[in-house]
């Protein structure tokens, strides 16, 4: 797109280019680079860029001596789960609004995708004594039921664009031969969606496994804890220096959205962008 | 995108079993959304009208004494400023360095495809995780911000950036900035995907050069792009709350503290329930006006 061939905007691309780059990436390397210092090169004025005598003892400590393995798999369950419950939902949700008529239909979408600009923090104040008078409160039933907050609206309107595109003929071809709608549900449409099942899914489970806020009000309970607020009660306070492991917990707990990231990225960057771009 | 009516299933020809099962499918996420998304919403904005607080635990209808009592205390000035510098700032530095990411991105280079994909990382890492990785990198002794200037001779002494109300607002904004840069340009680039070469060939033909590409047939194609983005953009800047709390907890002396955080603060600490909605209120109308022109371009397209 851009003509390179001149020295002068071979120069401009290449320091913008470097600029951005260096912006995007340099926090990561030096997550990763702190994470393996031993505490006397952390507590430096004048850091060396990579560690001298590199050590793994920050994260034998993260594994060991704190907290880190509960809080992961309090977010693996929670997160994990919360996902799988808003997916189910919006794939209900979106197949209806995608390939069925009645009255109300249309609003009621609009209403549901509207709800992608109520404040999160707003909710909680209702949200709140509601899990409480349900006994939810502190559980992990509770901040799962919670967590489809975050991506029932925006993963309604992901699917209801994959749905849409499914012809109809294929659905009424199904339904001549005699097959019932939950059939044609799960049989015909679902296969057909899978990068729309799995942007959504992963959608959500990126959201609920980075939440603090959801966490941090609605569980109280040390044991239950997740990933967000654990981290970040761990290493408030007076243990806040401890600069070499917050980078190993943080490496640690970043992993697993990663490497569920890494292995659908294709998918899902198509299906996030693809209500973005004009077609 | 698509419009609402189109292609949607004709009603005439409709068999009642069928509409029947539409409307059986939607009746889990549709309670499931009343009770946990659309109710407590409601009855959020209706708290706003009464007095609610550990003194007074059963709630009692006070008209607008809880906004009259926001703009006696006068701390919500200052929020609802913090919240749109935060929101301006965040949004305009992600949009222009989005953009400019995706434009690299989209010229042929050696190790382009494994540089997209990790350039996503920023936005995947949890919100706490980036919240420590700038505390880190701006800290007051140990940072090597100001190592890195006091090896450049810019300063003397090193600067407790987080300690300041400009600098943990810059901390903040840098923060939120490098967390979005990614998704913004994976939007830019999927646009840029869908931009005809043969345009770009034609404007070449006429003698243009790469800054007159760059503004009279990238940036025009990509119009519909930047819109979404830019309101998409402003509405998750105007929702964070985890990044900033972990980061500064709105301090120093509420310096970034913002609509969200104080919404919590007021509910969670200060257990003044009606209080926290008025502010939940003010913090809706800021948000309206951005997310009705994001419905609208949803719903108009196409």
């Known amino acids: 797109m851009l003509d390179l061939a001149s020295r002068r905007a071979q120069f401009v691309f290449g320091s913008i280019a470097t600029a951005i780059g260096f912006f995007l990436f340099f926090p990561l390397f030096w997550m990763i680079s702190t994470s393996f210092k031993p505490e006397a090169e952390v507590f430096r004025r004048i850091p060396s860029p ?37 997916t189910v939902l919006a794939v209900c949700a979106a197949y209806s609004f995608a390939k069925f008529a009645y009255r109300g239909r249309t609003a009621l979408m609009l209403l549901m995708i509207s709800a992608q600009m109520f404040p999160f923090a707003v909710l909680l104040i209702t949200l709140y004594p509601l899990m409480d008078a349900a006994g939810l409160l502190n559980t992990r039933i509770g901040l799962i039921i919670s967590y489809i907050v975050f991506a029932l609206p925006s ?92 980078m190993a917990s943080s490496l640690i707990a970043s992993l697993p959205v990663v490497v569920a990231f890494a292995l659908v990225q294709r998918f899902f960057i198509q299906g996030l962008t693809a209500g973005a771009v004009k077609s | ?49 009464y ?66 994909s990790a350039s996503l990382l920023p936005w995947v890492l949890p919100s706490t995780v980036t919240a420590f990785i700038w505390a880190w990198i701006l800290n007051a002794q140990y940072g090597v911000l100001n190592a890195a200037l006091l090896v450049a001779g810019l300063i003397d002494e090193p600067i407790a950036w987080l300690a300041t109300p400009e ?11 490098w967390l979005s840069v990614p998704l913004f340009s994976a939007f830019f680039l999927a646009g840029l995907q869908a931009l005809p070469l ?41 929702q964070q709350f985890d990044v900033i709390y972990a980061m500064t907890g709105g301090g120093p002396v509420r310096a970034t503290t913002v609509l969200s955080l104080e919404v919590r603060r007021q ?36």
Request: no cysteine.
């Open chain 2, 167 to 177: 600098g943990a607002m810059s901390g903040v904004v840098l923060a939120k900035t």
């Open chain 1, 50 to 86: 990579l560690p001298i005598a590199p050590t793994i003892q920050n994260y034998v400590g993260a594994l060991t001596r704190s907290e880190l393995p509960i809080y992961l798999q309090n977010s693996l369950v929670t997160a994990g789960l919360g996902a799988l419950l808003t």
């Open chain 1, 155 to 246: 993963g309604t309107y992901m699917l209801y664009s994959y749905f849409i595109n499914i012809p109809t003929e294929v659905i009424e071809a199904a339904r001549a031969d005699g097959a019932s709608e939950l059939r044609i549900l799960t049989v015909i449409v679902l296969p057909l969606s899978i990068p729309g099942l799995v942007t959504v899914g992963l959608y959500a489970f990126m959201w609920a496994w980075n939440d603090l806020l959801y966490s941090l009000t609605l569980i109280t309970d040390p044991s239950l804890r997740t990933v967000g607020p654990g981290l970040l009660l761990s290493y408030l306070g007076e243990s806040r220096n401890d600069w070499g492991g917050a």
């Open chain 2, 51 to 116: 007095r609610y607080t550990l003194m007074t635990p059963q709630p009692v209808f006070d008209g607008l004494r809880n906004f009259e009592r926001l703009a006696e205390d006068g701390e919500i000035g200052p929020i609802w400023v913090n919240t749109v510098v935060f929101v301006v700032a965040t949004t305009a530095a992600t949009f222009v360095l989005g953009l400019a990411w995706a434009i690299i991105l989209n010229q042929p280079f050696r190790g382009r495809t494994i540089i997209r």
């Open chain 2, 267 to 302: 509910a969670f600490e200060n257990w003044n329930i009606g209080l926290a909605s008025a502010v939940g209120v003010i913090w809706f109308l800021t948000i309206a006006g951005p997310a009705y022109i994001y419905l609208r371009s949803l719903f108009r397209q196409g």
């Open chain 2, 1 to 49: 995108m698509l419009p609402l009516s189109a292609r949607a299933p004709q009603v005439g020809g409709l068999k009642r079993a069928e509409a029947r099962f539409g409307i059986a499918l939607v009746a889990l996420p549709l309670a499931a959304f009343t009770a946990v998304i659309l109710y407590p919403f409601v009855d959020a904005l209706r708290l706003s009208l």
């Open chain 2, 198 to 238: 043969e345009q770009v060939e034609a404007a070449r033909i006429d003698g243009a050069t790469n800054g007159q590409v760059i503004r009279h047939v990238v940036l025009p194609h990509l119009r519909t792009t930047m819109v979404v983005t830019l309101v998409l953009g402003a509405m998750g800047n105007l």
